[in-house]
């Protein structure tokens, strides 16, 4: 007699991580960036600054702030279309639910993404996120 082989294809789900930047990573409510303003810990460097406070859920969550004094509509959005896009890609590597206000300096406003990764992981480091 001829042993029976059965073959079982198993699948292994893994976690991937989400690169994605979703509405519950956004702080919306004028009331919650008052709270960060108010009640979080500022972490400021030459050409940015970080306001992080303890988050309710378990949740990251990161506003973003120009203001209108660093330039016109068109540089303020291009500002924070390179704030989103650093912290989409880093928002998996910190180790806490917080929500952070992130205020870009004039200094930082005409660089490229490369200095924005650079300062969101030098001010990450300082609030021990990371």
Same mark, same amino acid.
């Given at each position: 007699m001829r042993p029976i082989l059965e073959c079982r294809q198993v699948k292994i789900?893994? $976690?991937? $991580?989400?690169? !994605? %930047? &979703? &509405? %519950?990573?956004?702080v919306k409510s004028a009331r919650l960036f008052q709270t960060v303003y108010k009640h979080g810990t500022a972490f400021n460097d030459a050409e940015a600054v970080f306001y992080v406070f303890p988050s309710e859920d378990e949740k990251v969550k990161i506003g973003l702030a120009v203001g209108k004094k660093l330039g016109c509509a068109v540089e303020r959005n291009h500002a924070k279309r390179l704030m989103r896009e650093v912290f989409r890609h880093k928002k998996n590597e910190l @180790? !806490?639910?917080?929500?952070?206000?992130?205020v870009v #300096?004039?200094?930082?406003? @005409? &660089?490229?993404? +490369? +200095?924005? $990764? !650079?300062? %969101?992981? #030098?001010? +990450?480091? !300082?609030a021990a996120l990371m």
């Open positions: 789900l893994v $976690a991937q $991580a989400s690169y !994605k %930047f &979703k &509405k %519950f990573n956004r @180790h !806490k639910p917080v929500c952070i206000i992130w #300096r004039r200094r930082l406003l @005409h &660089k490229g993404l +490369a +200095a924005y $990764a !650079k300062v %969101f992981c #030098r001010l +990450a480091h !300082k």
